[in-house]
């Protein structure tokens, strides 16, 4: 069975990811074109050039492929070091047939490039910011030194000075800006696959917990019974067998031990057991019980249901026990609790079309710089609403991520703000300073229906014994 509780795998590992045998392939394709311009310029174009070591570089290029075909598992993974230095092999050897082939003057020093965007995609920051500045030494010491291309007739063949600054220019841009933007756009996807893998995580956790909070009540239920009639039957022998006798002493025993495993049976699930439909339940009992591991720590905690158009509450909605909005609700209650002064306000209220929960604390709220961008994975900071009794704590990113896909997967519009600017003219909820999250759902879609077998079809009672 797989450990959820283990460390997931990160995205910014992704440089011990890559197989030794994809880079061979791809060197063995850069070798077959390689040939191909040297055959075509020789040939077709009558080019001037020094073969032998033209050769001698590719063939340093076949012999490493070779010796990692040969030497090394087909399965072998690179770590990021052994990948940077394939990697910037590469880069030194098309340097050298840019050496031997005119330098600048050649249009094919643009593939100078390639190692470095690769490195972005693949590789660490440090890496490819190292690449980087190899493939501009590289090109800046090509702008001086080079062998001329020459004609079969002599002619060299060669740019002016103005155009080969301007190659060496571009290069040096393309490497700069294509190397940020790679590393930006991969940056930005590795974060996202973390907190979307956590994510997952989480929800997948909250799934064991209800699945295994249904079968201890199903449990219960289905050993009340059987319990039931071990107390019963081991009383009857007590009454009959005589006053002090060993035989009279162990029904007793067993009497009383069929009331503690009744007793262990209705203290295990307890959140569970209470709702014979297990998959549905009304709206402020999903809210609770989101709530309930938040409300023991040191922080008052108000519910106001019905709230907005004092619905009456006996037609609250019945709703799915969905484990991603109790664990998105949860979350959302937690950052209140964890930042808050002292109280946090959780209110609900429904209308024909819609749920809406709004929870409110009496923290510092949410940096307004920020405002736009939560909900983004990984922020780190919260500001003036730090939490000094939890120094560990890094922010409010990836909670609020993990709450915030968890709750729009279930079909929930969330909104953030800062109560000292929503409630500014409303003196009844002026204390409410702090965060403000708001989660609407169409109600069709968050409520029991008759067609998932999980509608309500009276009332909900605790499972005795």
């Known amino acids: 069975m797989t450990n959820i509780s283990s460390p997931p795998f990160h995205g910014r590992d992704s440089g011990n990811w890559i197989r030794l045998r994809t880079l061979v392939y791809l060197r063995w394709w850069a070798v077959c074109g390689q040939i191909a311009a040297l055959v075509v310029a020789k040939r077709v174009y009558g080019l001037d050039f020094e ?62 490039i390639g190692p470095v965007i690769v490195s972005a995609s693949a590789l660490s920051t440090r890496s490819t910011l190292f690449l980087g500045c190899t ?43 294509l190397g940020v933007y790679s590393r930006w756009v991969v940056s930005e996807m590795e974060a996202m696959s973390d ?17 295994l909070g249904g079968v201890v009540a199903a449990a219960a239920h289905e050993l009340g019974t059987p319990l ?69 720590r040191g922080k008052t905690v108000l519910f106001d249901h019905g709230a907005g158009s004092r619905a009456v509450l006996e037609d609250q909605p019945v709703i799915l026990r969905r484990p991603e909005v109790i664990h998105g609700l949860r979350n959302l209650i937690q950052n209140a609790v964890d930042f808050s002064r002292d109280t946090v306000w959780i209110e609900s209220d429904w209308t024909d079309d819609s749920v809406t929960v709004r929870i409110m604390d009496n923290g510092d709220g949410y940096p307004p710089h920020l405002l736009g ?44 703000a800062n109560g000292a600017e929503s409630f500014r003219g409303d003196a009844a909820l002026a204390a409410r300073t702090g965060a403000v999250v708001e989660v609407v759902w169409p109600r069709a879609q968050l409520e029991a229906t008759p067609d998932t077998g999980t509608a309500r079809t009276g009332e909900n009672l605790p499972i005795t014994s």
């Not at 907190?195 to 699945?211: F, Y």
């Not at 019963?232 to 503690?260: F, H, N, V, W, Y």
């Not at 909900?375 to 730090?386: C, E």
Request: proline residues 5%; glycine residues 8%; negative net charge.
């Open 51 to 112: 073969i032998g070591l033209f050769y001698l570089v590719i063939g340093a290029s076949v012999i490493t492929n070779l010796v990692a075909a040969f030497i090394f598992p087909a399965t072998k993974r690179l770590t990021e070091p052994e990948n940077l230095l394939v990697v910037l092999f590469d880069m030194l050897q098309l340097g050298l047939m840019l050496y031997l082939t005119g330098g600048l003057n050649n249009p094919f020093a643009m593939l100078i």
């Open 373 to 416: 961008r939560i909900g983004d994975p990984l922020m780190r900071r919260r500001g003036r609403g730090f939490d000094p009794n939890r120094p560990e704590y890094e922010g409010m990113g990836l909670g609020l991520f993990i709450a915030k896909t968890l709750l729009e997967r279930s079909g929930a519009d969330l909104s953030f």
């Open 228 to 296: 039931a009639t071990i107390k019963l039957t081991s009383s009857e022998l007590a009454d009959e067998l005589p006053e002090g006798s060993e035989a009279r002493e162990d029904a007793l025993l067993i009497r009383q031990q069929a009331d503690r495993c009744r007793d262990i049976l209705r203290s295990m699930g307890r959140a569970g057991k209470d709702d014979l439909h297990l998959r549905s339940a009304p709206l402020m009992a999903v809210i609770e019980e989101a709530a309930e591991p938040h409300l023991e």
């Open 135 to 177: 493939a501009i030494a590289i090109v800046s010491v090509l702008m001086s030194f080079y062998l001329p291309l020459r004609t079969e007739t002599g002619l060299v063949i060669q740019m002016p000075d103005l155009f080969r600054f301007g190659n060496w220019m571009a290069i040096v841009i393309a490497v700069i800006f």
């Open 195 to 211: 907190a979307v893998q956590a994510a997952r995580m989480a929800l997948a956790r909250e799934q064991k917990l209800t699945d």
